[in-house]
Structure formats: C-alpha cells, structure tokens
T-cell receptor
Framework: GAGVSQSPSNKVTEKGKDVELRCDPI?????LYWYRQSLGQGLEFLIY????????KSGLPSDRFSAERTGGSVSTLTIQRTQQEDSAVYLC??????????FGNGTRLTVT | QQPVQSPQAVILREGEDAVINCSSS?????VHWYRQKHGEAPVFLMI???GGEQKGHEKISASFNEKKQQSSLYLTASQLSYSGTYFC???????????WGLGTSLAVNP
C-alpha cells in the first residue's frame, strides 16, 4: 500500500515568508510525528499526534512553528516568518500503536 | 538527554563485522534503530523493549542492557547495501517520544 507522503518535496522561500508543509500518513495509522533534520545532524523531535489526544508540542522550537492534524489523518506543519536557521529537511512519520515508524521522504526547506 | 552514538563513522570491507553503540544518561524504556541512506527516509531495523522483547530485522541483531542504559547494534558479514547512517532513538517512558542520536555513518566497500 501507499507509504507516508509529504509535499512539497522541495521548498525555497524568502526569509520572512510563511510556509506550509503537508504530510499524508499511512491510512489507519493513529500516531503522527514531525521531525527536523539539519545537515549532518540527527532527528530533532518537533511534535507528536496520537489519535484524538492533545498533541505533544514540546519540541517546537518557537511560537513561529505550529501544526495541526485534521480528521486524524493529514497533518500540516506551518512555519511563520521563516528564518535562515529554519532551513532543514522536515520529516513526517506515522505508526500504529507501538509498531515501527514509517517515514516520508521529507520536505527540504531552504530559506534564502 | 540525547543518546550518544559511537563510533561516529566506520568503514568496512564487504564481509566484515561492525558494532554500533548507543548510550543514554537516562533509564530507557525502549531503543529503536533505523538506517538512512543518503537522500532517503530512515528505515526501521530494530526495536528493543525494556524486559527483553525484541522486534527486528533478519540479518541484524542488537542487545539492550537496561542497567547500563546502552544498546548495541551488530552487523555481521556486512554487505554493500548496509552502507548508510544508523540512528538510535531512545524512549525514556512509554510515551512514544523518541530522542535520537546524531547517527553513525557506515560505509561498506567492495
């Protein structure tokens, strides 16, 4: 079946503009995660959605970052007033229960 | 809080073995291992749970020492396809919030 889908795959934006990154998880997966990966670095946790529970937003680096998950499926990560340090690959992953994470191919964000 | 992985990088010839370690300063509930090839998404290898349950890959094994808060990934008779960056993700409670190490770069040469 289809895996985790992220769009766009690449995004170049000017400093100060807002961007929206989309994640379509695997159908039926109740958990959805957003991570950020900078060049040569590990995966930095951003936010975690589990079913209808309140999301764990403890990894969001500033109030310019927000995310929502509509209908327990598609998620959108929004970055307002982008800064150059926001440049990174943003990865989305989904899972069912305690099953392994399935990652999307990521969105490479470049802020100029 | 971030687990420490060692070594940072390793180069092997095809057929050689390697061990990658992951250490945490906190008590661990589980350790997850993933491999990421350049430009691709991370792919699941192993989950090791507190209490000894292990779910994983056919040709790769791992250990989890709860007392030492460490896990090791064992790659035996390495193949060219093993090349990539290996990440461990640690969970300090049953909360599904993984904290990831910086990765170990593995290159397998013919």
């Amino acid at each position: 079946g289809a895996g985790v889908s992220q769009s766009p795959s690449n995004k170049v934006t000017e400093k100060g503009k807002d961007v929206e990154l989309r994640c379509d998880p695997i159908s039926g997966h109740t958990a959805l995660y957003w991570y950020r990966q900078s060049l040569g670095q590990g995966l930095e946790f951003l936010i975690y959605f589990q079913g209808n529970s309140a999301p764990d937003k403890s990894g969001l680096p500033s109030d310019r970052f927000s995310a929502e998950r509509t209908g327990g499926s598609v998620s959108t990560l929004t970055i307002q007033r982008t800064q150059q340090e926001d440049s990174a690959v943003y990865l989305c992953a989904s899972s069912l229960g305690r099953s392994p994470l399935h990652f999307g191919n990521g969105t490479r964000l470049t802020v100029t | 809080q971030q687990p420490v992985q060692s070594p940072q990088a390793v180069i092997l010839r095809e057929g050689e073995d390697a061990v990658i370690n992951c250490s945490s300063s906190k008590a661990l509930y589980s350790v997850h291992w993933y491999r990421q090839k350049h430009g691709e998404a991370p792919v699941f290898l192993m989950i090791l749970l507190k209490g000894g349950e292990q779910k994983g890959h056919e040709k790769i094994s791992a250990s989890f020492n709860e007392k030492k808060q460490q896990s090791s990934l064992y790659l035996t008779a390495s193949q060219l396809s093993y090349s990539g960056t290996y990440f461990c993700g640690t969970e300090t409670g049953n909360n599904r919030k993984l904290i990831w190490g910086l990765g170990t770069s593995l290159a397998v040469n013919p």
